[in-house]
């Protein structure tokens, strides 16, 4: 492969995208009242109800918000007929309580019931709301909310929305497969969202740093499929065949995808045997054709559309062995030895 395709000039710095993003995106309350049902009605008045700090002596205070500036907070907290406010440093609090979890159930079931997507993601919104500010007093634990916000919304086709939510919360997660999710999310995010750009930049940073034998092909899926929809089929071919030939027995996300579009920008190059020898090894390793993806639907070859015939019980393991070895062994012992013996166009 010809180490040019992945020499894309990088984007510009993303800071001041994103923050008009997360602005944008996630600090606006104006619709949440708009996608009201009687229960979100019932549930939003209780996120807005005051918050405890636990201090690392175990003492709580419980009060609203008058001020955090992200080193210090202000409460105001009721003392029998009056009130007064109290101020801690961040590093005196060792967790603050929100109101509303008992809720995060009513989230889960919203969640998994598609009728109910809309308000699933006015109550995500909520509570990043609530939280979003205090990102930095919070527990990977607690982030986790906010991981699951961004994969709804990737999954719910809001992508500037998981974008926007990837960006706010990257900072603080340290978990290293978190943090993997999170950064395939911010590139199908940029792609999904029209920011190609963006995505294509994205997208050589991860492939430098990615396995190709690893258990994802989304950089190669990304950059082949841009190229495909931009008719650089050569391009698209040799991309999207890498992860290809590195593949083994192992689950590879994205690697359907990274068949079909090879399968069919071989065709659009006329080659020969590639398109037939691809789909036949994909059919047999178990994939389907990902109709999923829109460039893709209805273009599935010949392999996928017939009936393949059992094998008769006559033939032999010799007559077996005669066949045409395919593109991609299965289980290579060592991919990278393999591969140019795997891959003879």
């Not at 996630?26 to 918050?51: C, G």
């Not at 900072?171 to 995010?189: F, N, Q, S, T």
């Amino acid at each position: 492969m010809k180490a040019g395709y992945f020499n894309i000039q990088k984007a510009g710095k993303l800071a001041g995208l994103l923050s008009l993003l997360c602005l944008l995106i996630l600090s606006n309350t104006t619709n949440l009242q708009a996608e009201d049902t009687f229960e979100l009605s019932m549930i939003l008045p209780v996120l807005e109800e005051p918050i405890t700090l636990v201090l690392n002596g175990g003492n709580q205070q419980t009060g609203r918000v008058t001020e955090w500036d992200g080193e210090s907070i202000r409460i105001e907290v009721s003392l029998g007929g009056g009130g007064a406010e109290l101020s801690f440093s961040k590093d005196d609090i060792k967790q603050i309580i929100f109101p509303g979890n008992e809720f995060l159930e009513t989230l889960d079931e919203w969640q998994q019931d598609p009728a109910q997507t809309e308000n699933a993601m006015a109550l995500y919104r909520a509570y990043y709301q609530q939280r979003g500010p205090y990102l930095t007093l919070m527990s990977e634990s607690e982030l986790s909310l906010f991981v699951r916000y961004a994969e709804y919304a990737l999954e719910k086709k809001k992508p500037l929305r998981a974008v926007a939510m990837i960006d706010a919360i990257s900072p603080h997660i340290k978990e290293a497969a978190v943090l993997d999710r999170l950064k395939e999310g911010m590139l199908l995010g940029f792609f999904q969202g029209g920011m190609r750009k963006e995505a294509e930049a994205k997208a050589i940073d991860w492939i430098k740093e990615a396995d190709p034998s690893g258990p994802s092909a989304l950089g190669w899926r990304l950059l082949a499929q841009s190229n495909y929809e931009n008719e650089d089929y050569e391009k698209a071919f040799w991309t999207a065949l890498f992860p290809v030939a590195f593949s083994n027995q192992m689950p590879k996300a994205h690697l359907d995808v990274c068949y079909a579009l090879a399968i069919l920008s071989a065709e659009e190059l006329h080659l020969k045997e590639e398109p037939d020898r691809l789909a036949k090894e994909m059919r047999d390793r178990g994939f389907t054709w990902p109709d999923y993806i829109e460039i893709l639907k209805g273009k599935a070859p010949e392999a996928f559309t017939i009936e393949v015939a059992p094998k008769l019980p006559s033939e032999t393991e010799a007559e077996l062995s005669l066949e045409e070895a395919p593109i991609q062994n299965p289980s290579p012992v060592d991919p990278i030895e393999e591969l140019p013996t795997r891959i003879n166009f």
